[in-house]
């Protein structure tokens, strides 16, 4: 995992965007497989939907809020682990994935860059 590498502190690394952190397996909520964020000294930004079934919403917010000012949490709402979204919710796949790179983009921006040229 990209992740537990970068918790080893690999050079040119200056930052990680995770799309559905998979913080633990389907209808076994845990937050062990975030332990090693604490060690992870870069900006993370963490995008997840509200559906995912490998990260609770409410325990990957709780992890977020753990890692303090190193972590955003991005929330889709209504999407799943693919980032699929029922068709109630009115949004199509295109609106959702503009979404992700839009945010990825904003979050590279200020915070990856920032850190970056210090």
């Known amino acids: ?7 080893e502190l690999l050079p040119g690394i200056h930052g990680l965007a995770f799309l559905g ?3 633990h397996p389907p209808g076994r909520p ?24 490998f990260a609770q919403i409410d325990l990957i917010s709780s992890v977020s809020a753990r890692l303090g000012e190193r972590a955003t949490l991005h ?3 209504g ?3 693919s980032f699929n979204v029922p068709k109630r919710v ?10 992700l790179a839009d945010t990825i983009v904003l979050w ?11």
């Open 21 to 23: 952190f998979p913080l």
């Open 108 to 118: 590279a921006r200020s915070s990856v860059l920032r850190k970056a040229n210090r």
């Open 30 to 53: 845990a937050t062990s497989r975030a332990d090693h964020l604490d060690s992870v000294e870069l900006p993370m930004l963490f995008l997840q939907g509200t559906r995912d079934q």
């Open 75 to 77: 929330v889709i709402e």
């Open 79 to 81: 999407a799943d682990h």
């Open 1 to 7: 995992m990209t992740s537990q590498a970068a918790a």
């Open 90 to 99: 009115a949004r199509s796949v295109s609106d959702v994935m503009d979404e």
